[in-house]
Structures are given as C-alpha cells and as structure tokens.
C-alpha cells in the first residue's frame, strides 16, 4: 500500500484504539483525535510499536476550530489523507421523561454534531485531493430498542449516522469518496459499562453473553478489522453500506417459542 495517513476520533481507548494500531500495523500513519490526552499517546505508542507510526491530537469533536485544525494538521503533515474513521461516541442513559435537554443534547452534539464536524473536514480534502474512505460508527440501537432500556438519546443519535451515511455516499461518490459505518454488537470496551453500575457488570456481562447468539462479547480487535477493510481498496465498490459485526444480535428474534 503507497503511504497514506489516517484519522481516528475517539481513540483512546476501545474500538478507536484498536482500528488506530491495526491501521498503523497495515501501513497508514495514523492521526489519533481524543479528549484524553493519556490514551491518546498511548494510542499512538501502541501503534509504533505495531511498526507504523502516528501522531496524537487532543480535542473535543464538538469544537468546530479545533476539528479544522487537526485535519488541517493531518492533511498538510505527512502522506494524503485518505482515511476517518470517527468512532468518537458517549452514551448517558435514562428513560425518556427522565432526560434532561441537557443530557440530550450533549449525546446528540458528540455522537452526530461531532461526527458530522469531523467528516465536514476530512470531506474536503478528501474531494481536492482525489477521494478516500470514510467510515463512521453505527448501532444496532439505530434499528431496534435495547431491552435494557433507557437508550432514547443514543438510539436517536445513531439513527442518525445510519442516514447521514447513506447521505454522503451518494453525494460524494463522484468525488471518489466512498462512506460506509460499522455497526458493532456488544463489545468489551468503556462504552460499554457507561451506564452500568460497577457491581452489576459481572451480572450484565453473563446476561449479554446469553443473548448474544455467538455467545460472548466481541473483542475491540474484532470490530477494527471490518473497518480496516472498509478502510482498504479491498472494498473499493463498497459504499452506502452499514456492515453488521454483532454476534449475530440483529438477527436473532426475541421470541423464544
């Protein structure tokens, strides 16, 4: 693969992480966008010591100067930016009449304003500069409710990216841009436990194991090589798409008998 850089929001920690060092083990010089400024190094020394490189940049998504900025960075530093993946996401659960505007608005301004600000910049140098692909992170909760409940904001926000990429895969498609999300199951990631109490983690997890028709959650690693391959020319017919890795959630019924 000829040298090529890439962004990934919400790389830290979790999915993020683990697309950030697979892509730098392949090859691409990765841009590693996260709040934490800890995880964020450590990122990107995870991905040196796969054998590539990277570089961290510490922001909020929801900060429109300081998103332009990083991709400004990443597009005039090093080789063409030709990748995002924006995985950048919080969930804050509660019922529906329990929400405050507060609360929703904040899971709206990082799971969709943020993604949206990110894609906004990575487009236009993507577009003068011959395309790319771009991949954003997906739910099932942008299909189907969580029995547990309490998932109004997230579900909403999800739905949303489900849309916008179907939006920008035909919009940019001339441009040489293809966009595409993952959607991942439940995945051993802090995400994960966000809204779940330190001493019922355990309980859920044996919970969550037995729904999930393969019967486990997935690693972070699992998730990152679809979006690797999303990534990748190997998928350059690829775009519109929303790419189910999930343990098989979204086709399971609820109904037992």
Known sequence: MSPRSLVVTGAASGIG??????AARDGWFVHVLDLDPDGAAAT???????????????????DAAAVAAAVGTAADSG????????????????AAHE??????RRVLDVNVTGT??????????????????????????????????????YGASKGA??????????????????????????????????????DEVDATRAQIEREVPLGRLARPEEIAEPVLWLLSDRSSYTTGSLVGCDGGVLAKSSISV
């Open 17 to 22: 992480r683990a697309v950030a060092v697979g």
């Open 44 to 62: 990107v020394d995870l991905a040196r010591e796969s054998g590539g490189d990277g570089r961290a940049h510490v922001l909020d998504v929801t």
């Open 161 to 198: 990216i489900s849309s916008m990429v179907r939006t920008l895969a035909v919009d940019y498609a001339r441009h040489g841009v293809r966009v595409n999300a993952i959607v991942p199951g439940p995945t051993e990631t802090p995400l994960m436990w966000a809204n779940v109490p330190a």
């Open 99 to 104: 929400l405050e505007p507060a609360t929703w």
């Open 116 to 153: 949206f600000l990110v894609v906004r910049e990575v487009l236009r140098t993507m577009v003068a500069d011959g395309g790319g692909s771009a991949v954003l992170c997906g739910s099932p909760a942008a299909t189907v409710g969580f029995a547990a409940g309490g998932a109004t904001a």
């Open 79 to 94: 080789p063409p930016l030709r990748g995002l993946f924006a995985g950048a996401g919080i969930d804050v659960g509660g």
